[in-house]
């Protein structure tokens, strides 16, 4: 073979790699479940949490199971693997999160979103764990945005009460207190939380503050900042504080975490904190958004 030859030939398997590297990348959806779990951890076909898996819910959608009942940080690592197999390398992530699922993202950006991570292959195996693509690594996870629905990474008042068993330790790390002090919640490595406020409450949510979807109330699912709760309300609500749209400060001036939106809030008091096995709630909400922009 001529020297021309061997050049032609090689330059074709550089250029046939490279293409087969663009090919194959892809944007994924990852849902992040809260309290109570209930789809198979590790199994990131497994939607029973949300609701019928053939229901669309954004690009290529993952869901990223875990137990829902142990702590915070007993569970990270359930959240990191996804992370790993789905955002690294040329892929790249959307994320939507529901309730404790909003803690436990961000305490992982908080605490890991700077950490040396391997480039993963996005084929998951046993445990939800990827293999290694290329052998290199990279700082952090490729996310585009999150999305929200009832954010509880500011606890709730229900966790402070007693109202669920306080032996489940979740619980524990839901508490307003704690969940506040659990990381620096503007810590988001540059990634921006769209908020997804529900209002749809009930006479037994009396004990939350201001305006609330029966489960966390908006000083959480609004991203308000500071080391407890307060009460913030619809702008039809005379007797406290507006949470107000977008970055802006609260009517009374409390200012929201670093990196936080409120991109919905729900003035008609429609929806509540419940998927309710099928996309319900202000989970639907946010499945709508994730459908018509994580592509």
């Known amino acids: 073979m001529s020297r021309f030859m061997r050049m032609f030939v090689t330059l ?5 790699s490279a293409a087969s590297s663009i090919a194959s990348a892809a944007n994924y959806t990852l849902w992040i479940n809260g309290r109570t779990g209930g789809g198979v951890v590790g199994d990131y076909g497994s939607f029973s949490y949300w609701g019928p898996a053939s229901t669309a819910g954004g690009v290529n959608k993952k869901a990223v199971n875990w137990d829902g009942y142990n702590s915070i940080a007993s569970q990270n690592d359930k959240i990191r693997n996804a992370l790993d197999c789905f955002c690294t390398g040329t892929n790249w992530c959307y994320v939507a999160t529901h309730s404790a699922g909003d803690l436990m993202l961000g305490y992982t950006l908080a605490n890991y979103g700077g950490s040396s991570r391997m480039k993963k292959n996005a084929v998951a195996g046993s445990g939800g764990v990827c293999s290694n693509s290329d052998g290199t690594a990279q700082t952090g996870w490729n996310i585009k945005w999150v999305r929200t629905a009832s954010g509880a ?29 659990m990381y620096n919640h503007s810590s988001t490595r540059s990634v921006w939380f769209y908020m997804y406020a529900g209002a749809k409450g009930t006479a037994y949510s009396g004990i939350l503050p201001g305006q609330d979807d029966e489960v966390v109330a908006y000083h ?28 802006a400060a609260n009517e009374g001036g409390s200012a929201k975490w670093g990196y936080h939106s409120v991109v919905f809030r729900d003035d008609a008091e429609a929806y509540n904190h419940y998927a309710a096995g099928n996309w319900q709630g202000i989970v639907g909400v946010v499945r709508n958004a994730m459908v018509s922009s994580a592509l």
């Open 153 to 181: 990474a500011g606890g709730t008042e229900l966790a402070d009460a007693g109202s669920w068993a306080l032996s489940e330790p979740l619980v524990k790390d839901l508490k307003t207190s704690t969940a506040r002090a």
């Open 220 to 247: 959480s699912t609004g991203g308000v900042a500071g080391s407890s709760g307060g009460s913030y309300c619809n702008p039809s609500d005379w007797f406290c504080n507006d949470l107000t749209m977008g970055t």
């Open 12 to 16: 074709c398997l550089v250029s046939l």
